[in-house]
Structures are given as structure tokens and as C-alpha cells.
């Protein structure tokens, strides 16, 4: 069986979050969340939030056996802003988020 949860709208971008889901696809998620606590960067809190509340749905009692079937990171909107340049014009950059997916998978 399959559970899903969905994050969305997180203000860092996907890119900064795909360095660490490649480590995290496939394995037990006693040991993901284990190795998400440890990590220093700042993506490792939103992946173990969003380990976190898909494991929450999951009735099994024994949750060594679940494991993190996919996760991915994708673009989310932009926030488009400007800040004052030279000689009156306004220089545009675009502040990204993302979108989280996780799915766990377990028992038959």
C-alpha cells in the first residue's frame, strides 16, 4: 500500500532540495529521518516535515517497514520583486519555491 502527502509552497528552491532527496529515495524511514536530523542544511527540516506528515497517515504499527517509495521536488511559483538600480531603473529577481512530494510505501 501507498500513502501520499503533498508540501507545498516552500520559499527555497527545488534545486537546493534535489541535493539531498538522491540520498533519500528507497531507504527505511526510520533511517531517512535519523539522517534528515543530522544533516546541517537548512532543506533537511522541510524533507523530515514532509516525511513527517505522510508517515502520520500510515495505520501500521510497526513503522520499520516503511519505506520512501519516491520524493520529488518540483518548481513551484515565483514571487517576482525589484530592487532599485542605477540611474531610476528597477532591476527584477524572482524569489522560488517548491512543491514537495512523498510517497510511502508499505506492507503487501
Known sequence: MEKIAHIKYIRITPK???TILDDVRGKRVLEVLAQL??????TAHFLQNAIKSCLAQIDVKEHAEVRVKRIVAQDGPRFKRFQPGGRGVAHPYRK?????????????
Open 16 to 18: 537546493k532540495l534535489r
Open 96 to 108: 522560488k519555491t517548491s512543491h514537495i512530494e512523498v510517497v510511502l510505501s508499505y506492507g503487501k
Open 37 to 42: 536530523a543530522v544533516t546541517p542544511k537548512r
